[in-house]
């Protein structure tokens, strides 16, 4: 919710719309793309057409909304991507062009850095399934990952290691 408007993601609807959050009023449809996905049961995004494809949309099973100087950054696991749509030009760009998940994923939720942790539009990035330890994917705002916090054997980030092999 951002000055009154509640923006949601409908992954079903493949379009992310605003709404008054007084009233529920639709107010507008701020991204849409064609319905080349669906969602299982399980909530598992299934593809219709390959990658490449659905890359060509603006938005396919859009989830994980995130606003941040005027842009509402969303994820799509169906789209395999981080991206963001102008609120008030409706340009929409490409954020993480090839995000880490592995095959067990449901959805993806994103949050972003204001700049204390990690430079301001730090994409963090979670999928849902056992990965990365249990913590979030980082991507830079340049969409480079960043090892914030890697296992030693991998190297470590800025502090020491937080995590260790086993599942805890």
Excluded at 50 to 58: E, G, T
Aim: charged residues 15%; glycine residues 12%.
């Amino acid at each position: 919710c951002v000055d009154g408007v509640l923006y949601v993601s409908e992954r079903l609807s493949h379009r992310i719309a605003a709404y008054d959050a007084s009233t529920g009023a639709l107010l507008r449809v701020v991204v849409q793309g064609q319905p080349l996905a669906n969602i299982s049961t399980w909530r598992t995004p299934q593809r219709l057409v390959p990658l490449a494809i659905i890359r060509l949309q603006p938005c396919v099973a859009p989830e994980g909304l995130y606003h941040q100087d005027g842009w509402l950054y969303f994820a799509s696991l169906a789209m395999a991507q981080v991206r963001r749509v102008n609120l008030k030009t409706g340009e929409v760009q490409v954020v993480v062009a090839e995000p880490y998940y592995d095959l067990g994923s449901n959805f993806f939720k994103i949050a972003l850095s204001d700049g204390s942790f990690g430079p301001r539009g730090t994409v963090f990035l979670v999928s849902w399934s056992i990965v990365n330890g249990g913590r979030p994917m980082a991507y830079l705002p340049d969409g480079t990952q960043w090892g914030y916090a890697a296992f030693s054997r991998l190297g470590e980030g800025p502090g020491p290691v937080w995590d260790s092999l086993g599942y805890g």
